[in-house]
């Protein structure tokens, strides 16, 4: 969830013309991987946890691209870029080796 409050700190920065584009969806995929992997643990189904980590993992990807774009735009910092990336980085591997261990790789 950390990555989640780190993305809504950065964009809260971003210029008022980017509330409801780049910023809205920043913080609707880092909202979208905890909740995705919240809602997969509920449904207490081996397969559906499987299958909501996946879609974890998209909505990470979109936030990893989105996040290129911010610094490409000079709305975040390269600091606050490469603190997200490694952050992402970070669930991403969590999210890999959850799979794995779920599907008995």
């Known amino acids: ?25 920043m913080r609707r995929a880092a909202v979208s991987v905890c909740s995705n992997i919240a809602e997969g643990a509920a449904r207490g189904s081996k397969s559906l946890y499987v ?24 709305y975040i910092s390269s600091d606050d870029h490469d603190n997200l990336r490694s952050q992402s980085e970070e669930v991403g591997k969590m999210l890999t080796g959850l799979i794995r261990v779920l599907r008995g790789i």
């Open 1 to 25: 969830m950390s990555l989640c409050t780190e993305v809504y700190r950065v964009t809260d920065k971003f210029p008022s013309s980017e509330k409801f584009g780049l910023c809205s969806q």
């Open 51 to 74: 299958q909501s980590l996946n879609i974890a993992r998209g909505s990470l990807a979109e936030l990893d691209t989105q996040l290129d774009i911010s610094l490409r735009l000079k």
